[in-house]
């Protein structure tokens, strides 16, 4: 074994070279510094720490020869998942700039204890075109309070460039001497390449951080990456395997740093956290509610049944300012039932617990039980029955979040029990507001945008029936400046997009009828016709069956689906397609929720489509995707299959105004035609789970907001 090598272990493995340090303290493995992939890291190479739980780091590295930028989410508390975006300079013989794209995930293994280091195991670049394929494993412990903290680790691949050794797997068997080749063609960019995972040679890694100050950090590295593929290509010099950085963290959580790479090379890494769990605003910037008042006799408030019922009475005026719709009442003895819409509150929980609070100051002491419908779109979707003494009970207690979460019961609302009040339909709204319209990784020019006005508008001429529309007026922007035809060999369902920005001006983005309804019990249906999206106009039906107090969701769509003329008018091309798919929902707790739909795409292609989100308390919301079909790899072409991630952030995340709405986006590494899905709008599940009771537990605290 070299020098170098035995150097290494010693790093990794202190106490076996007789290194004493005093511990003060375990140390919080949630805290970990950003290296130039923008994963957890000293420089170029990876620790064995991982990022606080929930937390996002978007992260930019620039050097001479090559930019990265990359957007990084720990998923769980062990995994986290990365996805790149790298500008090469002088790689390609074919332009100036080579454009990589590439997903990383890793795993802790083991919590840092007293004794014992934190160990993550990584796949960096297991999806890509295999320009950073590397697998590793890392250790990092911290001493003198954590002001240090020693890495050591063993790397494959790109990590396992310089200062090979044989693969210690070898022991095991001996398929892990051979590593794969990796991609032979564009058309083979995105699979994982699981013939190369931890084989062939591995080498040894380490080095240290220190903490000079609170908000200055020195940190050294012996590196395992030769660079091969720039140092043939003469891009760069590498001279030494030591890279050294100096990091300065400002006091939001971003941080600076300046490195040093292999004696030849300076540059820059620039990461700012965001935090979903952590608002800028935390309880919001609206008016308090109105204060539980004592209770009055009928005679007191002036009060009949009738009054109540009409659209001047003083319950639905109170509503109608707390931006909640009151579309029926009916009162049985002691108990009041309503039916309300909520128009204004991201979180349902506080709608219900505004609603209560108004109910209980508008309606006569004798009325002890509240019931309270929600409505969206048109149909009932859940029935929360609430106690006035309970309100009463915990209006100032410290604990009445879980407190009065117990004294509630959720139910179906199949059919409404709440008499309609007449003159609420026709209903009618619009709005007009600026967008945004992103066109990610094209090759030619990686980011594209316009940017616009859009007007939209409905109209409700009863409940359940809506038509809508939405139409869009690009300002400026370059979406219409891309100058790569489709190379698809499958027909043209997706990969056609910029085409719609070259021949539009003035865009409708969708112009539809929606019907939904309620078949029976736990079940909802949707039924839209018109111009559906951007791309396709047709028909849709669908059906949900999904239970109150229930985390399992099973539904169905089918759609007749038209494609449309590129100038987002009202002409149609001539292809066409009956698509649908049966799909499966189940909420993991703790804001995970997976998503399994079957079926038949756009192309005409069969397969499935994989989703796991993660959604906080507050809304933010973060998953990924993947889909498998019968389209060959080949015939797909660059990725392979259809994969990415989304993101979504409420407008009160951002603002802390207690309005719905907000911005989302899915990336996409390459936009391709298999595995693509008709883009319909209010699907069944998004529709009714806010009013359910797992949604309502998780963001119950606004109940009393």
């Not at 950073?132 to 001493?143: D, G, N, P």
């Not at 139409?471 to 910029?498: C, E, F, I, K, M």
């Not at 149609?572 to 397609?577: A, K, R, S, V």
């Not at 698509?579 to 929720?593: I, K, N, P, R, V």
Request: charged fraction near 20%.
């Amino acid at each position: 074994m070299s020098k170098s090598a035995r150097i290494a272990i010693c790093v990794l493995f202190t106490t076996t070279c007789g290194v004493n340090f005093a511990i003060a303290q375990d140390w919080n493995t949630g805290s970990a510094t950003v290296g130039t992939y923008g994963t957890p890291g000293l420089i170029d190479m990876p620790t064995g720490t991982v990022f606080p739980d929930g937390e996002i780091q978007v992260a930019i590295s620039s050097a001479l020869r090559a930019t990265k930028y990359s957007l990084s989410f720990q998923i769980t508390p062990r995994i986290l998942g990365t996805f790149r975006y790298s500008g090469l300079r002088d790689f390609s013989d074919f332009r100036d700039v080579y454009y990589d794209r590439s997903f990383d995930v890793s795993y802790l293994l083991a919590t840092e204890t007293h004794l014992r280091p934190s160990i993550v195991v990584g796949l960096r670049d297991f999806g890509g075109t295999g320009i950073y394929a590397s697998e590793y494993v890392a250790a990092t412990k911290h001493f003198a309070d954590g002001r240090l903290a020693i890495t050591g680790g063993m790397g494959w691949g790109r990590l396992a460039t310089y200062g090979g050794f044989d693969n210690p797997f070898s022991a095991i068997s001996d398929s892990f001497n051979t590593r794969g080749s990796g991609p032979s063609s564009i058309n083979e960019v995105g699979q994982p390449e699981t013939d190369q995972w931890f084989r062939g040679d591995a080498a040894l890694f380490g080095g240290f951080s220190y903490e000079i100050s609170p908000r200055l950090t020195f940190a050294a590295e012996y590196s395992s990456d030769g660079y091969l593929g720039e140092v043939k290509r003469q891009v760069l010099e590498r001279k030494t395997p030591l890279n050294a950085a100096l990091s300065y963290n400002f006091k939001n959580g971003a941080a600076l740093s300046v490195y040093a790479l292999h004696g030849s090379e300076l540059g820059i890494t620039a990461s700012i956290p965001i935090t979903p769990q952590k608002p800028k605003f935390p309880s919001g910037i609206e008016e308090a509610p109105a204060a539980l008042q004592p209770r009055q006799s009928q005679a007191a408030l002036s009060w009949d049944e009738g009054s109540v019922r009409q659209k001047d009475s003083a319950l639905f005026v109170a509503l109608k300012d707390q931006g909640i719709a009151l579309e029926g009442i009916t009162i049985e003895g002691s108990t009041a039932t309503v039916r309300i819409g909520n128009e204004r509150f991201p979180a349902h929980a506080q709608a219900l617990g505004r609603t209560a609070r108004i109910l209980a100051n508008n309606l006569p002491g004798n009325i002890t039980t509240f019931k309270v419908e929600s409505i969206t779109n048109g149909i009932t979707t859940s029935r929360t029955t609430l106690g006035r003494e309970g309100l009463e009970a915990f209006e100032y207690d410290l604990e009445n979040s879980w407190k009065s979460f117990a004294g509630a019961s959720f139910e179906d609302a199949a059919r409404s029990e709440a008499e309609a009040i007449a003159g609420v339909y026709p209903k009618f709204n619009w709005r007009l507001t600026p967008y945004l319209e992103p066109a990610l990784f094209d090759p030619d020019n990686p980011v594209r945008a316009d940017v616009g006005l859009q007007f939209a508008a409905s109209f409700e001429p009863y409940r359940g029936l809506i038509f809508s529309g939405a139409v869009r007026q690009p300002v400026t922007g370059n979406l219409d400046t891309s100058t790569r035809p489709s190379n698809s060999v499958l027909p043209h369902v997706r990969t056609d997009a910029p085409e719609y920005a070259k021949q539009s001006d003035l865009q409708i983005k969708n112009l539809t009828a929606e019907y939904f309804f309620r078949p029976g019990q736990n079940l909802y249906g949707r039924v839209t016709a018109g111009y559906l999206e951007t791309m396709y106009g047709g028909v849709s039906g669908e059906v949900l069956w999904k239970p109150v107090n229930g985390n399992w969701a099973f539904g169905a769509e089918l759609n007749y689906a038209v494609q449309r003329d590129f100038d987002q008018l009202f002409g149609f091309q001539d292809y066409d397609i009956v698509t649908g798919h049966a799909s499966a929902y189940y909420d993991f707790g703790g804001g995970y929720l997976g998503q399994l739909d079957v079926g038949r795409y756009l192309a005409g292609d069969y397969g499935a489509t994989v989703s796991l989100d993660r959604e906080f308390d507050n809304g933010f919301r973060v998953g990924a995707f993947f889909t498998l079909t019968d389209v060959p790899f080949d015939d797909f072409g660059e990725g392979s299959f259809d994969k990415g991630i989304r993101f979504s952030i409420p407008v009160d995340w951002l603002t802390g105004s207690a309005n719905q709405g907000g911005y989302g986006t899915t990336i996409r590494p390459v936009l391709r035609d298999g595995g693509a899905r008709l883009d319909v709008r209010n699907r069944l599940y998004g529709v009714v789970r806010g009013s359910h009771t797992t949604e309502l537990e998780d963001r119950w605290g606004k109940f009393w907001r």
